[in-house]
T-cell receptor, first 115, second 114 residues
């Protein structure tokens, strides 16, 4: 199994550009998440999904959008990129959420720089 | 609001020695789960150990064990017989039962010295 796969691994954007971070998982997990990790900070939840067609905001959703048309895929879209969105982005998936304290499986991360 | 605090930004330990990483959290709820995740230099984060708040017994996974003090809201990680492969960032994390947001601490960078 590949687990959670994120693309691209690195990207440089200019201010105002848009892009989509791709995330796919092959574990048939219902729960999927997007986190961002800033230097010296813990991970912050951007958006999450509890199943196909269902998404919800996390702690820091502004400037981002998501969709979940299939169980496998959970892309994160950045509209009008800003320097504040320079970060490392992690996609994760889980069988369960807080209901049963499920383990999160993470992708390798995508390092995004906005100049 | 739930918060997770890791007060040790960096630590080092000699190979084969024991090290303890600290974590405290704040919540008014009584049902939750606590985790330690490891992020090696390759960046893919993996679960080290998990503790259910309703269990008084401390979780153990081979060389990794926790000291869970619910009243003190403390959840430290002990690594015994440290190995070079333990070099990584370690994140403490917390989730309320029934919630969807896992709260992370700021991490502790552990270096195992040969």
């Amino acid at each position: 199994n590949a687990g959670v796969t994120q693309t691209p691994k690195f990207r440089i954007l200019k201010i105002g550009q848009s892009m989509t971070l791709q995330c796919t998982q092959d574990m048939n997990h219902n729960y999927m998440y997007w986190y961002r990790q800033d230097p010296g900070m813990g991970l912050k939840l951007i958006y999450y999904s509890v199943g196909a067609g269902i998404t919800d905001k996390g702690e820091v959703p502004n400037g981002y959008n998501v969709s979940r048309s299939t169980t496998e895929d959970f892309p994160l879209r950045l509209e009008l990129a800003a320097p504040s969105q320079t970060s490392v982005y992690f996609c994760a998936s889980s069988d369960f959420s807080g209901t049963r304290g499920g383990e999160l499986f993470f992708g390798e991360g995508s390092r995004l720089t906005v100049l | 609001a739930q918060t997770v605090t890791q007060s040790q930004p960096e630590m080092s330990v000699q190979e084969a020695e024991t090290v303890t990483l600290s974590c405290t959290y704040d919540t008014s709820e009584s049902n939750y789960y606590l985790f330690w995740y490891k992020q090696p230099p390759s960046r893919q984060m993996i679960l080290v150990i998990r503790q259910e708040a309703y269990k008084q017994q401390n979780a153990t996974e081979n060389r990794f064990s926790v000291n869970f003090q619910k009243a003190a809201k403390s959840f430290s990680l002990k690594i015994s017989d440290s190995q070079l492969g333990d070099t990584a960032m370690y994140f403490c994390a917390f989730i309320l039962t029934g919630a969807n947001n896992l709260f992370f601490g700021t991490g502790t960078r552990l270096t195992v010295i040969p």
